[in-house]
T-cell receptor, first 116, second 115 residues
Framework: QKEVEQNSGPLSVPEGAIASLNCTYSDRGSQSFFWYRQYSGKSPELIMS????GDKEDGRFTAQLNKASQYVSLLIRDSQPSDSATYLCAVRKWNVSGGSNYKLTFGKGTLLTVNP | EAGVAQSPRYKIIEKRQSVAFWCNPISGHATLYWYQQILGQGPKLLIQ????????DSQLPKDRFSAERLKGVDSTLKIQPAKLEDSAVYLC?????????????FGPGTRLTVT
């Protein structure tokens, strides 16, 4: 089982619709969860972080975390063509192999296409 | 606030040659990371520094990759000799020690092509 799993997509939605991106993780000890947006040929950009169960809203973005189900999602309301990108889910947990530090593990990302 | 700086942005080399990448983190950020991102994959951590000490290099291919962070600021990542499978984007990221230290900020990356 992969540590962080995402549907690679592509996920295609019409402009103005809600885009729903999902991510599951395997380690129950995971503590912090992040969504990064990566445009083609660019580096990842942090857009949301969530640390506790429930919803966290920031503008058109809502992150949802359910630790019991080991599931984190990102909702994008009123999707715009400029939201077309790959969305990376990242999970932070205690690094048992690397000394006293935390480790961030990324999923493969979901490609989102918003059609005008 | 200036972001993470990396150079060069692009590099093309032949297999068995050597290459070096440079990273300057966000000012004041104590933690620096090097990631490898192969096309279609998420970033994979190669090495993590806390100030100038290595805290995790478990996924660094140490027979060919090396990295250093002198004086706890800039860092260099070297590959010698390069293999075809090293073709990837090499990303540098940094994070601070404060409440937002969970959050990593990435530089523009160096795209390496090994022919």
């Amino acid at each position: 089982q992969k540590e962080v799993e995402q549907n690679s997509g592509p996920l295609s939605v019409p402009e103005g619709a809600i885009a729903s991106l999902n991510c599951t993780y395997s380690d129950r000890g995971s503590q912090s969860f992040f969504w990064y947006r990566q445009y083609s040929g660019k580096s990842p950009e942090l857009i949301m972080s969530i640390y506790s169960n429930g919803d966290k809203e920031d503008g058109r973005f809502t992150a949802q975390l359910n630790k019991a189900s080991q599931y984190v999602s990102l909702l994008i309301r009123d999707s715009q063509p400029s939201d077309s990108a790959t969305y990376l889910c990242a999970v932070r947990k205690w690094n048992v192999s690397g000394g006293s530090n935390y480790k961030l593990t990324f999923g493969k990302g979901t490609l989102l296409t918003v059609n005008p | 606030e200036a972001g993470v700086a990396q150079s060069p942005r692009y590099k093309i080399i032949e297999k068995r040659q050597s290459v070096a990448f440079w990273c300057n983190p966000i000012s004041g950020h104590a933690t620096l990371y090097w990631y490898q991102q192969i096309l279609g994959q998420g970033p994979k951590l190669l090495i993590q520094f806390q100030n100038n000490g290595v805290v995790d290099d478990s996924q660094l291919p140490k027979d060919r990759f090396s990295a250093e962070r002198l004086k706890g600021v800039d860092s260099t990542l070297k590959i010698q000799p390069a293999k075809l499978e090293d073709s990837a984007v090499y990303l540098c990221a940094s994070s601070s020690r404060g409440l937002s230290s969970y959050e990593q900020y990435f530089g523009p990356g160096t795209r390496l092509t090994v022919t």
